[in-house]
């Protein structure tokens, strides 16, 4: 992380420690509990117990959904078309295998440049050029 991005990571949590903490003393004040204040602001005090991949919370009820979907079953096929349309798209008909090489970093940053230029992958400027290479031997 930069110093920059540091700096901002810090206020953004002292903003957020100073905002709980101005909060705090204010339902202590007032004499409220924590579940008075969620009522009055129209919050519900749900339980978070993680965020998907897509930054969805992951709260009470959607594992009660899920529970009750898995409960109700699942079609198999249908699972089995989602599994097969996710991933890399495939590069043709065959199995393909992975292989690495080693560049010199001017000619990896080159090769990035190029690939940032055609809007493509650095692995396809490699199997290009590979596939030229081989074909005027």
Same mark, same amino acid.
């Given at each position: 992380?930069?110093? #920059?991005?540091?700096?901002?990571? /810090?206020?953004? @949590? &002292?903003?957020?420690?100073?905002?709980?903490?101005?909060? %705090?003393?204010?339902?202590?004040? *007032?004499?409220?509990?924590?579940?008075? !204040?969620?009522? !009055?602001?129209?919050?519900?005090?749900?339980?978070?117990?993680?965020?998907?991949?897509?930054?969805?919370?992951?709260?009470? @009820?959607?594992?009660?959904?899920? +529970?009750?979907? +898995?409960? =109700?079953? /699942?079609?198999?096929?249908? #699972?089995?078309? =989602?599994? %097969?349309? &996710?991933?890399?798209?495939?590069?043709?008909? @065959?199995?393909?295998?992975?292989?690495?090489? %080693?560049?010199?970093?001017? #000619?990896?940053?080159?090769?990035? %440049?190029?690939?940032?230029?055609?809007?493509?992958?650095?692995?396809?400027?490699? =199997?290009? +050029? *590979?596939?030229? /290479?081989? &074909?005027? +031997?």
């Amino acid at each position: 992380m930069s110093r #920059l991005g540091a700096v901002a990571a /810090y206020d953004a @949590a &002292r903003i957020r420690f100073e905002l709980g903490d101005a909060v %705090r003393q204010r339902r202590e004040e *007032l004499g409220l509990t924590t579940g008075e !204040v969620s009522e !009055v602001a129209g919050s519900m005090n749900e339980n978070v117990y993680g965020h998907t991949k897509k930054g969805t919370p992951i709260t009470d @009820a959607m594992v009660e959904e899920l +529970a009750k979907e +898995a409960e =109700r079953g /699942y079609d198999v096929e249908e #699972l089995l078309a =989602r599994r %097969r349309s &996710r991933g890399r798209p495939r590069l043709g008909k @065959a199995a393909k295998t992975v292989g690495s090489v %080693r560049l010199d970093p001017e #000619l990896r940053e080159e090769t990035a %440049r190029r690939a940032e230029a055609e809007g493509v992958s650095v692995s396809e400027i490699v =199997r290009r +050029a *590979l596939r030229e /290479y081989l &074909r005027s +031997a």
